[in-house]
């Protein structure tokens, strides 16, 4: 419960545990950062699917995890940004992925 005594050691608990899941120790081109009640995580690679992939399985990895402590992700909070080359330097198989 907020403002109790045990909060601020149960949320460093809650926080540092999400970034110690198993998904981020499996795949070395997922990241995760946590800061304050934040938290972004990422997943690069050249192809676009595999990429998208491997986000939603970092999302409901975090979902599951949410779930432990009753806790919900508010998807009106959520944002996604896709970073990429431009796209004249991208292969046209790739561009139609995009």
């Not at 110690?20 to 304050?36: E, G, K, Q, T, W």
């Not at 939603?56 to 009753?70: G, I």
């Amino acid at each position: 419960m907020q403002g109790t005594v045990n909060s601020p050691i149960l949320f460093n608990i809650f926080t540092h545990k999400i970034c110690c899941l198993n998904i981020f120790n499996d795949r070395p081109d997922v990241y995760s950062l946590a800061f304050a009640d934040d938290l972004v995580l990422l997943a690069a690679g050249r192809d676009p699917l595999c990429v998208e992939s491997h986000l939603q399985d970092l999302v409901n990895a975090v979902d599951r995890h949410y779930r432990l402590w009753n806790l919900r992700v508010n998807p009106t909070k959520c944002e996604v940004i896709v970073f990429h080359k431009p796209l004249n330097t991208i292969t046209i198989n790739i561009q139609n992925k995009f």
